[in-house]
């Protein structure tokens, strides 16, 4: 039963996540985010290609919720909604983290369109609750600060500073 929940709602995050990337296309483009970082402590490798390897933060951003709906949606890994093989689940934490970071370079880059969504949504609320709940990520790479759910490690190359708010 855990693993169809799981499972259903990664699928359910992802889709919601699809209206965040299509709010920050219009800041966000090859030209302004030619990595795909959130501080500068990382720059993230696309797993799309043959060879991970550096993308643009929008190319990424498609790139990874491309990879993901079709990871999902795979009758390899996923042949039945109802009965899901512990193989198969074993693939969501790796999805978990390289969707996470599609939040993290909205926040950390693109703060008014992060905010504004967030504040609609809740949605990396919603899915920082879940990951630390099912253990699908560890508490050292979640970098969002959730109030009242998750105050991340000090982060480097970046304005937050665990305890503040913006207000």
Request: overall charge neutral.
């Amino acid at each position: 039963m855990i693993r169809m929940v799981c499972f259903h709602f990664v699928r359910q995050f992802c889709m919601e996540l699809n209206s965040l990337a299509v709010n920050l296309q219009c800041e966000c483009t090859a030209d302004t985010c030619t990595q795909m970082t959130a501080t500068d402590q990382w720059i993230f490798l696309c797993a799309a290609h043959k060879q991970p390897r550096e993308c643009s933060a929008i190319d990424y951003t498609r790139h990874t919720l491309d990879g993901a709906a079709c990871l999902l949606n795979s009758n390899k890994y996923f042949p039945s909604r109802v009965d899901i093989k512990e193989q198969s689940i074993a693939k969501l934490p790796s999805t978990c983290r390289r969707v996470y970071r599609i939040f993290s370079h909205a926040y950390f880059h693109h703060r008014p369109i992060f905010d504004s969504f967030e504040d609609q949504t809740s949605l990396c609320r919603r899915f920082t609750v879940f990951v630390l709940k099912y253990n699908l990520m560890s508490p050292e790479n979640l970098i969002v600060p959730i109030p009242g759910v998750h105050t991340p490690p000090t982060v480097q190359g970046s304005d937050y500073k665990p305890g503040e708010t913006d207000a």
